[in-house]
């Protein structure tokens, strides 16, 4: 039965055991409680990545295998080719990670590229990577459907 206050554990946050972060009255935005926060889920999740990288190239060393049948080989090249689009992805958001742990070591993380704004706690907890505000974002996102179609 469920009681009075429970905190639903975010994606990230639990894997980096940790909680929502609450400020603390007139606590400072971005400053370093908060910086220590993010810098902590930031690895924790760079180095989930980094663990499933190593755990993919021993597994397809242990799984290749010289099929006869042409059916069985095609299967094992397309798993092994989803696999690898799958970790170049994750090769991507490392480095993306990694350049966000520069901007948090040079203070600039948590504002908005394009206006200035705070991009606040709650969406930095679900995207740390992110660099735009919602508002910034959606016009972006906006922008960029209307030169596609």
Known sequence: M???KETKSLGLLAL????????KADEEYMGEPQMEHFRLLLKAWR???REEVDRTVTHMKDEAANFPDPVDRAAQEEEFSLELRT???ERK???????????IE????GFCDSCGIE??????????????CIDCKTMAEIKEKQLQG
Do not use: H, V, W
């Open 2 to 4: 469920p009681t009075g």
């Open 16 to 23: 980096a055991g940790l909680q929502p972060y609450e400020p």
């Open 47 to 49: 180095n989930q990545l």
């Open 87 to 89: 970790r170049d992805r």
């Open 93 to 103: 958001l490392i480095k993306k990670i990694e350049k966000t742990l520069k901007r």
């Open 106 to 109: 040079e203070d600039d993380f």
């Open 119 to 132: 991009i606040g706690i709650r969406r930095l907890e679900a995207r740390p990577t992110a660099d735009l």
